[in-house]
C-alpha cells in the first residue's frame, strides 16, 4: 500500500497506554520523540500553534545537520515543557495522526515525556504547588487570608520578590481568591428533584463547581445558576468534589489524576443513577470528564457512564433549544460581543455552541475568536513562560481591539482574564454565562 501524503478522515483517538512497562522506557521514549519530531519537522503546519512547534524548528534549523538527529536529545525537553496539552494540534491541524499510518499524537507524547520527567523528579516545587488547586485554594480562602493574598498580589515590590524566589512572573495576571465558596453558595437538592427531559438532556444538571469557579470566581457559578433555574432546569452539586485532575495531567502526575477520579467518578456516577446530567463551567474541566479520564480508563464502567452524561453548559442549552425547551424572552440586547472559544471547547467537537446561544439574543452580533489565549492555568505565569503566553495572546488581543465590541470575554475565565491583562484598557471581561444573563434580565 502507498503512504498517503496525509488524511482527510476524521481523527480517532487512541487510548492511552500508560499501563505499558514501555511507556516510561527511556530508550522507547525518546526514539518516538525524535520519529514525530521529524514528521513534525517536515511538515510545520502547527507552527502557529504554540511555542513548542517554534522551539523545536528553531532547535532543527540551528542544529550541525538542520535535521532531527543534530538537536541534542536534552534538548527535546525544551519542546516538551512549553506544550500544555490543549489538543489543538491533534484536533484541527495535524494530518498524520489516527487512521493515517504514521499515527502521530503529539499530545499524548508530550504527555507521555511529562509522565517520564515527573516519575524521576525532575518537576519543579512551584509547579506541584501551581497545580495543587485544592490545597491554594482552600488556604487562599480562609476569612482574613483571602484579603491578605489579593493585596499582596498586588504590590509589585513583593510580585518581584515571587519572581525571583518563587519564578512566578511578576507580569502575570493573578486571580483573586473569595472566603464565601461556590458551594457554599449553591444549595445542594437532593431527594426526587424531577426535572423535564428533552432529546439527549434529562432536564436536570449536577454542577461540578471547579476549583477556580468554587474559590476564585463563585460569581459566574451563580450567573449559571440563575440561567439554568430561569429555565426551569434544577440544579445541584455533587455531595464532595476534588480537582478534575487536569492540572496534575499536564505536569504528567498520574497518581495525583487517579487518587482525584477515585474521589470524583463515584460520586458523579451516583448523580448519573439519579437521573442528573453533569456539567462545568470550565472547559478544561468539561473535557476531563468527557476525554482524558475516559482515554486512561476506557473499560470502566463509570468513568465511560460519566463521560456519557457529562456536556458543555452551552452545548446542554442549545440541546434544549433544539428540543424547543430554551426561554428566549431576552429583555435586553447585548450590542456586539466579541467571544474568544477556548482551546479545550473547540476539541470537544461540538461546534460553536455559546456563540449560537449568544446570537439567539436580539440585537446581539457575536464575532467569535478561535485562536489559543496562551493562559492554560499556569503557562502564563511561570517566569519562563510569561513571554510566549503573551505572544501568543497577541492576535487574539488586536482582534478584541479592532472589534470595538461592547463586551469580550471567553468559556475559560482565566483565559478572558488573561486576554483583558493583556488589553489593558480598563474593560473587564465577561463570562458568556453572565452576558447571558444580563441579557435575561434576571
Known amino acids: 500500500m502507498a503512504v498517503r501524503e496525509g488524511s482527510l478522515e476524521a481523527p480517532t483517538r487512541h487510548p492511552l497506554d500508560w499501563r505499558n512497562p514501555d511507556f516510561l522506557n527511556e530508550a522507547s521514549l525518546f526514539k518516538e520523540l525524535e520519529r514525530v519530531f521529524d514528521i513534525c519537522h517536515g511538515c510545520r503546519r502547527c507552527v502557529s500553534l504554540c511555542q513548542s512547534f517554534p522551539t523545536l524548528f528553531d532547535l532543527v534549523d540551528e542544529s550541525a545537520s538542520m535535521e532531527v538527529d543534530g538537536v541534542a536529545k536534552a534538548d527535546f525537553w525544551k519542546v516538551v515543557d512549553h506544550c500544555y496539552l490543549c489538543d489543538l494540534c491533534y484536533m484541527t491541524k495535524c494530518p498524520y495522526v489516527p487512521p493515517h499510518e504514521w499515527n502521530l499524537d503529539f499530545p499524548h507524547l508530550m504527555l507521555r515525556a511529562k509522565v517520564y520527567k515527573f516519575r524521576h523528579g525532575e518537576t519543579k516545587m512551584r509547579d506541584r504547588i501551581l497545580t495543587s488547586t485544592d490545597r491554594v485554594g482552600s488556604l487562599a480562602g480562609i476569612p482574613v487570608v483571602a484579603q491578605v493574598v489579593n493585596a499582596v498580589n498586588k504590590m509589585k515590590p513583593v510580585r518581584k520578590a515571587m519572581q525571583s524566589v518563587a519564578e512566578i512572573h511578576a507580569d502575570a495576571w493573578l486571580p483573586e481568591f473569595h472566603d464565601k465558596p461556590l458551594r457554599s453558595r449553591l444549595s445542594r437538592k437532593t431527594g426526587a428533584v424531577q426535572g423535564e427531559p428533552a432529546g439527549r438532556t434529562q432536564g436536570k444538571v449536577a454542577l461540578f463547581a471547579t476549583c477556580y469557579m468554587n474559590r476564585n470566581e463563585p460569581g459566574i457559578g451563580e450567573d449559571f445558576a440563575a440561567v439554568y433555574e430561569h429555565n426551569g432546569i434544577p440544579i445541584t452539586l455533587a455531595e464532595k468534589e476534588r480537582c478534575c485532575g487536569m492540572p496534575k495531567l499536564e505536569l504528567g502526575d498520574l497518581e495525583a489524576v487517579i487518587a482525584n477520579k477515585e474521589v470524583n467518578i463515584p460520586q458523579l456516577a451516583k448523580l448519573v443513577d439519579a437521573g442528573w446530567d453533569l456539567t462545568a463551567l470550565i472547559p478544561s474541566c468539561v473535557l476531563m470528564f468527557k476525554q482524558e479520564l475516559p482515554l486512561m480508563f476506557p473499560d470502566d464502567p463509570d468513568v465511560l457512564k460519566v463521560k456519557n452524561a457529562f456536556f458543555d453548559p452551552f452545548e446542554y442549552l442549545m440541546l434544549r433549544h433544539k428540543e424547543g425547551k430554551l426561554n428566549t424572552d431576552f429583555k435586553q440586547g447585548l450590542g456586539k460581543v466579541v467571544y474568544h472559544a477556548a ?34 492555568g499556569t503557562y502564563a505565569v511561570k517566569a519562563e513562560c510569561h513571554q510566549y503566553a503573551v505572544k501568543i495572546v497577541k492576535p487574539v488581543v488586536a482582534r478584541v481591539k479592532q472589534a470595538q465590541a461592547d463586551h469580550y470575554g471567553s468559556d475559560c475565565a482565566m483565559a478572558g482574564h488573561h486576554i483583558g491583562h493583556i488589553l489593558n484598557d480598563g474593560r473587564a471581561p465577561e463570562h458568556p454565562m453572565t452576558l447571558l444573563r444580563k441579557a435575561y434580565g434576571i
Open 343 to 376: 482551546c479545550h471547547q473547540r476539541v470537544q467537537n461540538i461546534g460553536q455552541k455559546t456563540r449560537e446561544a449568544l446570537a439567539l439574543v436580539p440585537g446581539t452580533e457575536v464575532d467569535i475568536i478561535e485562536r489559543c489565549s496562551g493562559h492554560d
